[in-house]
Nanobody, 124 residues
């Protein structure tokens, strides 16, 4: 059982930046591919970014490419999401997730463990 705890969400102004973190309890963190998803009010959860277990490969949703950067530190069991130039439409609860697949997955159904989420609010 992998426990994931997100942090770093905040209220920021348009154009601001944030770095979200996701701390994993599992020592075998490096064997999981990881992903970030988000859910805006009244909308379905959507894929944001994913990273392979080694960290060598990443993949982004087209809507965030260029502004979001996913990374991981396997020595510290931590996943990150750097976000720049935040826009009001980025307002959402952001979730990290772990998949037993070592390769990148962009569908929620392939993820086995989820965090509770961290709120990102962007004011205009």
């Amino acid at each position: 059982q992998v426990q994931l705890v997100e942090s770093g969400g905040d209220l920021v102004q348009t154009g601001g930046s944030l770095r979200l973190s996701c701390a994993a309890s599992e020592r075998s963190f490096s064997s999981y591919s990881m992903g970030w998803f988000r859910q805006a009010p009244g909308k379905e959860r959507e894929f944001v970014a994913a990273i392979s277990s080694s960290g060598q490969n990443t993949y982004y949703a087209s809507t965030v490419k260029g502004r979001f950067t996913i990374s991981r530190n396997n020595a510290d069991n931590t996943l990150y999401l750097q976000i720049v130039n935040l826009q009001p439409e980025d307002t959402a609860v952001f979730y990290c997730a772990a998949s037993h697949w070592t390769t990148i997955q962009n569908k929620a159904e392939f993820y086995d463990y989820w965090g509770q989420g961290t709120q990102v609010t962007v004011s205009s």
